[in-house]
């Protein structure tokens, strides 16, 4: 009996499967709160909790920027992104009575795939000014794929050449797939205070990344002979924003540093690894 339908298994019940549960957490996801995204392959971050992560009494009302806070923007536009995406977030100390890390506040996808950069980053900034108003867009920590610096044979500029010129100054980060994979597992289990998530995805404005982290963001299975293993990510819908998320969160980590309880940003540049994504 799903414990939502059997009044003996209240808050209390779920918070003690939770501990039981806490080394397979995929397991509690499917068995417990019987939640599951039927797609083939293995998910990329089985530690991903909805009921923590993006919890149900946040429901679908819209964060609100809070003005005090540092905003961090993640661009999947690299020179073999078909279709780009973007991912923003904001830091801050409280929210809704809760201490918070970092908080996604909503995700950009290209509506078509081929989209150009150029005809992305306006609509990107289109919709991101018309949901918070509020920001100011030359506050924005960017950060993107390094292959973005990479000069097309054919106009001899860069995908970031066109993002700076709409004001968008990209820090280039890591695009060994581990390392981004291993930002955003950190994110997930990382607790700003005990028991309370460092970080959170807004249910409202991040459907796909949501789902993403449900399953649609998955590793392939790949046949070799009669065995089975799991392989790249499938590159689909939901790679995408998790693409920019992965930047955000390395970034993210490079350039916050806790000091004194409070929170002290600087960018950090630096070489990326040479290896190109296969977006």
Same mark, same amino acid.
């Given at each position: 009996?799903?414990?939502?339908?059997? &009044?003996?298994?209240?808050?209390?019940?779920?918070?003690?499967?939770?501990?039981?549960?806490?080394?397979?957490?995929?397991?509690?996801?499917?068995?417990?709160?019987?939640?599951?995204?039927?797609? $083939?392959?293995? #998910?990329?971050?089985?530690?991903?909790?909805?009921?923590?992560?993006?919890?149900?009494?946040?429901? $679908?009302?819209?964060?609100?920027?809070?003005?005090?806070?540092?905003?961090?923007?993640?661009?999947? =536009?690299?020179? +073999?992104?078909?279709?780009?995406?973007?991912?923003?977030?904001?830091?801050?100390?409280?929210?809704?009575?809760?201490?918070? +890390?970092?908080?996604?506040? =909503?995700?950009?996808? +290209? #509506?078509?795939?081929? /989209?150009?950069?150029?005809?992305?980053?306006?609509?990107?900034?289109?919709?991101?000014?018309?949901?918070? #108003? !509020?920001?100011?867009?030359? !506050?924005?920590?960017?950060?993107?794929?390094?292959?973005?610096?990479?000069?097309?044979?054919?106009?001899?500029?860069?995908?970031?050449? *066109? /993002?700076?010129?709409?004001?968008?100054?990209?820090?280039?980060?890591?695009? %060994?797939?581990?390392?981004?994979?291993?930002?955003?597992?950190?994110?997930?289990?990382?607790? =700003?205070?005990?028991?309370? &998530?460092?970080?959170?995805?807004?249910?409202?404005? =991040?459907?796909?990344?949501?789902?993403?982290? *449900?399953?649609?963001?998955?590793?392939?299975?790949?046949?070799?002979?009669?065995?089975?293993?799991?392989?790249? &990510?499938?590159?689909?819908?939901?790679?995408?924003?998790?693409?920019?998320?992965?930047?955000?969160?390395?970034?993210?980590?490079?350039?916050?540093?806790?000091?004194?309880?409070? %929170?002290?940003?600087?960018?950090? *540049?630096?070489?990326?690894?040479?290896?190109?994504? $296969?977006?």
């Amino acid at each position: 009996v799903h414990h939502y339908a059997d &009044p003996g298994k209240d808050e209390a019940w779920l918070d003690n499967e939770r501990r039981s549960m806490a080394d397979t957490p995929r397991e509690f996801e499917v068995e417990i709160l019987m939640r599951e995204l039927l797609l $083939d392959g293995m #998910p990329v971050y089985p530690n991903f909790i909805e009921d923590i992560h993006a919890p149900l009494p946040l429901g $679908d009302r819209p964060i609100k920027h809070r003005q005090r806070s540092v905003i961090f923007a993640g661009w999947d =536009c690299g020179t +073999a992104s078909v279709h780009p995406a973007m991912v923003l977030a904001q830091h801050t100390d409280r929210l809704d009575k809760m201490p918070l +890390a970092l908080h996604a506040l =909503c995700e950009v996808i +290209a #509506p078509s795939e081929g /989209m150009s950069i150029s005809d992305f980053v306006p609509y990107a900034q289109t919709i991101i000014r018309a949901k918070y #108003p !509020s920001i100011d867009w030359n !506050s924005i920590i960017h950060f993107g794929d390094p292959t973005g610096d990479a000069r097309s044979g054919l106009t001899g500029g860069t995908a970031n050449d *066109l /993002m700076r010129h709409s004001g968008i100054d990209i820090q280039p980060v890591s695009n %060994v797939l581990s390392v981004r994979t291993s930002a955003v597992s950190k994110l997930l289990a990382a607790e =700003c205070l005990p028991g309370v &998530p460092l970080f959170l995805v807004n249910r409202a404005e =991040c459907p796909v990344l949501l789902n993403g982290f *449900l399953g649609g963001y998955r590793l392939q299975q790949v046949k070799t002979g009669s065995t089975f293993r799991y392989g790249q &990510p499938v590159k689909d819908m939901y790679s995408h924003p998790h693409d920019a998320l992965q930047y955000l969160a390395i970034g993210f980590f490079d350039c916050a540093q806790s000091i004194g309880g409070g %929170v002290q940003y600087t960018i950090k *540049l630096r070489e990326p690894e040479e290896e190109e994504d $296969d977006d």
